[in-house]
């Protein structure tokens, strides 16, 4: 079906002699074609392509991309504004049916973009979204032309090359508990030069987002917990069990291979099931849980005040273009993206658990209470280690700290193959560059907690009061100087391109 809208004519008086061919013709200002039958990409490809347009951006509101695409059922959520984990160390990225970044490539404008990780991963918050004019999501058998990072398809971002004008956008967001703001401006100008010859555009932009604690929403409250606290607990080594005499002594019903916790009054208590409630001692102190509605049966610490639920970001992105006809048949086209952003990863205190990452406590150790003691000298070998589990509240939480520096140069030729029917050439040469600045606090130096427990003192001779393990006993100022760490790693990546079509 087709619809034909014209621009109005003004009604004029004429004499009724007049014919109706002298009447002036209507212009057409747009035909609009709808059906069923249209020729589109997304139907006529022989892999499945799905587009995304601006429209599409500009109704979610989002200041990030990876917002819109996440919610098309072809994408399985990965890098986000809710991915407070340092593996993904602040980045935007995304993956098709559930087969990982490193099977996802994401283009721009059909060529390869610089990738922000060793595993070369393409970021997206490098691209600039006011001049993205529409999203193809190939979603089949991409790998037999771009390669094995392409087996679960390919995201190619499509720029408005060609926009004329003058566009400034500005937004502002926040949750309706007045947190979670987030405001994004950009600033694009484009236009014809030499006559038409030359096209250029120009687009900046900058946003910002708020960060949100797992503590300030109810739902997030539930998965907040952990088993490591600031009190400590033991697991005792099978090859060296103590007594089931001495265990019950310590803690009523408690099973020789229970995770035991040590309270700051000094005795013991156990993590399994509901005798954690009758176990001597207790526990009463402040950010550790107490029973309650959906609450588990052990004492744990919980991390919702310290983990984000919502990473904050700030981003400057830069984009540039430029073509110009120097014949009939050959144009020559460049592009620059630069882009500077920082995000950030916050996590809980710092713990040290497991068999192989917890510390190993000798049995000379000056602070091991009486009750412990006792529980240790049944052991057949008394005079062997215990493994510690425990959580330093004292260093604060472990935060991540990413800055990234981002730039891409792309500059090519391109243009028809005169007389060889409808062919055309593209030939293009790319470098761009990523370096990434990551600076880690709240951490701590597992060597430096080691000697502190293997000294005679406590460590006391090592740190002003030294460390003692069992229960919540503040370090002091000295010793978080002595076991703490302030890392930084830095990380660059830079990719060429050459290539003809």
């Known amino acids: 079906m087709a619809t034909a809208t ?3 004519v003004a009604a004029q008086n004429r004499p009724s002699s007049e014919t109706s061919s002298s009447e002036p013709a209507a212009e057409l200002e747009a035909v609009v074609v709808t059906g069923s039958r249209i020729a589109r990409q997304d139907y ?29 059922p072809q994408f399985t959520a990965l890098g986000n504004a809710a991915s407070n984990s340092p593996n993904l160390a602040g980045q935007a990225n995304v ?20 990738p922000s990780n060793a595993s070369s991963v393409v970021d997206l918050n490098l691209l600039p979204t006011p001049l993205i004019a529409s ?49 994004a401006v950009s600033l694009t100008l484009g236009g014809d030069f030499a006559e038409g010859r030359g096209h250029a555009v120009l687009s900046a932009s900058y946003s910002n987002r708020a960060s949100v604690l797992n503590a300030s929403r109810s739902f997030s409250l539930i998965g907040g917990f952990a088993g490591a606290s600031p009190l400590g607990s033991t ?10 005499a001495a265990v019950n002594a310590a803690v009523s019903g408690a099973a020789r291979g229970d995770t035991f916790g040590f309270n700051n009054n000094g005795t013991l208590f156990t993590y399994q099931g509901a005798r954690d409630y009758v176990s001597p001692g207790g526990i009463d102190y402040e950010g ?59 996590l809980a205190s710092n713990p040290g658990t497991g068999p192989t990452t917890g510390f190993r406590i000798p049995s000379t150790n000056p602070f091991i209470p009486t009750e412990l003691r006792g529980v240790l000298n049944s052991r057949p070998n008394p005079a062997g ?25 792309t500059t090519g030729l391109r243009g028809d193959l005169v007389g060889l029917r409808d062919w055309t050439y593209d030939a293009y040469l790319t470098y761009g560059r990523v370096d990434n600045d990551t600076n880690y606090t709240g951490y701590l130096s597992r060597s430096a907690i080691q ?27 000295s010793c978080i100087a002595y076991v703490s760490r302030v890392p930084r790693n830095k990380t660059t990546n830079d990719q060429r391109v050459v290539e003809a079509n």
């Open 288 to 346: 550790f849980r107490k029973p309650g509605p959906l609450q588990q049966t052990d004492f744990t610490y919980s991390t919702v005040d310290r983990n984000y639920l919502i990473i904050p970001q700030t981003r400057y992105n830069v984009y540039a273009a430029a073509s110009y006809e120097l014949t009939e048949a050959v144009e020559f086209y460049t592009d620059v993206l630069f882009s500077q952003y920082q995000a950030g990863n916050q």
């Open 235 to 244: 697991v005792f080594d099978a090859s060296n069990l103590p007594t089931a």
């Open 135 to 183: 999203v193809e999501t190939i979603t089949g058998g991409a790998s037999s032309t771009y390669g094995s990072d392409a087996v679960g398809g390919v995201l190619n971002f499509l720029l408005d090359r060609r926009f004329e004008g003058f566009k400034l956008d500005a937004q502002y967001g926040a949750s309706d508990q007045g947190d979670a703001e987030a405001e």
């Open 95 to 114: 993956q098709l049916r559930g087969l990982g970044s490193t099977r996802t490539l994401v283009l721009l404008d059909g060529r390869r973009m610089v």
């Open 6 to 8: 014209a621009l109005p």
């Open 385 to 409: 280690s215990f493994r510690l589990d425990k959580r330093f509240n004292e260093l604060g939480p472990r935060r991540q700290n990413e800055n990234y520096s981002v730039y891409q140069i």
């Open 451 to 477: 000697r502190l427990l293997e000294a005679s003192d406590g460590g006391a001779s090592l740190c002003t009061g030294g460390f003692n393990p069992f229960g919540a006993n503040p370090l002091s100022a």
């Open 44 to 72: 006529i490809a022989n892999s499945p392509i799905v587009t995304v347009t601006q429209e599409d951006f500009q109704a979610t509101g989002s200041v990030n991309i990876e917002s819109l695409i996440n919610e098309l």
